[in-house]
C-alpha cells in the first residue's frame, strides 16, 4: 500500500495535496483502502501535505503596547454597521495607547483609505493644534493589515504631519489592542443597541457617544479616573492655553486636575482636597475653555471667575 501511496504522489504534477485526495486517486485506480489507513501510513513515512505548524513559542512582541504618556502611540481600526435607508456604513476610531482617549471618530458610506485618515485628522487638529507638516512630532499610529491602511495613499498621507506607520504584528491582533478593546466597546453599549436611520444620523450620534465615553468612562489602570482627567494631568492647561497668563487661567492652574483640551466635552475637575465640587465655576471655566484661542475674552471674565470662585469657597 506504501508503495502505491508513493506512485500516486510522485504521478501527480500537483504539489501538496493531502491525504484525502491521494485516497480519491487510490480508489479511482481500483485500490480500495480506508481514509484512515492512508493518513496513517503517510505520516508515519512523512508524505503529508505541508501544513502550518501553530504560531511560534517566542511572541513577536514582549506584549506590552501601552505606553507612558498621552500622544505617544495611537492605534486604529474600523468596523461595519447598518444604517435604515442608507445600507451599510463603515465606522472608523483611533484611540490613544495611554489613556484609551478616542483622539478620532468617523462614520462614511465607504471604507476606503480616505476614509479611514477621518480619525487621524481630527486626533491632529485637536491635540496638536494645526493639520501641517511635521505638526504629530513622529507620533507612531498601531493598524492592522487592511488595504484601506496598507495602501500607498494612506501611508503617505499620514507621514505630511509626521505620524508614522506601525502595523500589527501578522496573526497578532492584541497589537492593535486598544482599538480593537475600544470596537468592542461600541458594538456592545452604541451600534448593537441602537438603530440609525441614515449615516448622518450615525456620525452625528457617535461623536455624543465618544464624548461620553471620553467623560464619564473610568479607567482601571489609572486609579479609576476618566480619559479626560488624565489627559489633563498629563498635559496641563498651561502647554494648552495660547497668549499671556492671565488671572483667569492663573485660577485655573491652581487645580489639581484641568479641563479637557478642546471645547465641546464637559469638564471634569477634581480640585484640591477641601474644595470637591464647585459647579458655577465649573460653567465658568467650560465657557473660557471655549474661547481659548481668542484671549481677548478671557481678560472680561477673569473677575467674574474669581468672584464666583470666593462665594463658592464660603459656601464650601
Known amino acids: 500500500m506504501l508503495e502505491h501511496i508513493r506512485a500516486r504522489i510522485l504521478g501527480s504534477r500537483l504539489h501538496g495535496e493531502g491525504y484525502r485526495k491521494i485516497w480519491a486517486r487510490l480508489r479511482h485506480a481500483g485500490i480500495h483502502t480506508s481514509a484512515r489507513r492512508v493518513c496513517r501510513l503517510m505520516g508515519q513515512h512523512g508524505l503529508l501535505a505541508p501544513h502550518r505548524v501553530g504560531r511560534p513559542e517566542q511572541r513577536a512582541h514582549d506584549g506590552t503596547i501601552t505606553t507612558t504618556a498621552v500622544d505617544v502611540m495611537w492605534g486604529t481600526d474600523m468596523t461595519e454597521t447598518v444604517t435604515l435607508t442608507e445600507g451599510r456604513a463603515q465606522v472608523f476610531v483611533a484611540v490613544d495607547h495611554f489613556s484609551g482617549e478616542y483622539v478620532g471618530n468617523h462614520a462614511a458610506r465607504s471604507g476606503n483609505r480616505i476614509e479611514a485618515l477621518g480619525p487621524m485628522r481630527q486626533g491632529a487638529l485637536r491635540h496638536f493644534g494645526r493639520i501641517e507638516k511635521d505638526a504629530a512630532k513622529g507620533l507612531p499610529l498601531r493598524h492592522d493589515h487592511g488595504s484601506n491602511y496598507m495602501s500607498s495613499d494612506f501611508q503617505d498621507k499620514i507621514t505630511f504631519p509626521d505620524i508614522e506607520s506601525s502595523p500589527s504584528f501578522v496573526r497578532q491582533p492584541e497589537g492593535n489592542g486598544f482599538a480593537e478593546r ?3 466597546t461600541l458594538k456592545e453599549n452604541f451600534l448593537w443597541v441602537h438603530t440609525f436611520d441614515t449615516i448622518e444620523e450615525l456620525r452625528r450620534r457617535l461623536q455624543d457617544f465618544v464624548a461620553h465615553c471620553s467623560a464619564t468612562r473610568f479607567v482601571a489602570r489609572h486609579g479609576y479616573r476618566t480619559q479626560n482627567q488624565i489627559r489633563a494631568e498629563q498635559r496641563g492647561l498651561a502647554q494648552c492655553l495660547t497668549g499671556p497668563t492671565t488671572a483667569a487661567s492663573s485660577l485655573i ?3 489639581k486636575a484641568l479641563p479637557v483640551p478642546h471645547a465641546g466635552h464637559r469638564l471634569e475637575q477634581r480640585w484640591w ?3 470637591r465640587r ?5 460653567d465658568r471655566l467650560d465657557n ?3 474661547q481659548q484661542r481668542q484671549p481677548q ?3 472680561e471674565t477673569s473677575r467674574s471667575v474669581f468672584s464666583a470662585f470666593a462665594i463658592s469657597l464660603r459656601e464650601a
Open 297 to 299: 475674552h478671557l481678560a
Open 273 to 275: 482636597p477641601n474644595v
Open 253 to 255: 492652574l491652581n487645580c
Open 182 to 184: 475600544f470596537i468592542r
Open 288 to 290: 473660557i475653555w471655549c
Open 278 to 282: 464647585l459647579p458655577p465655576v465649573h
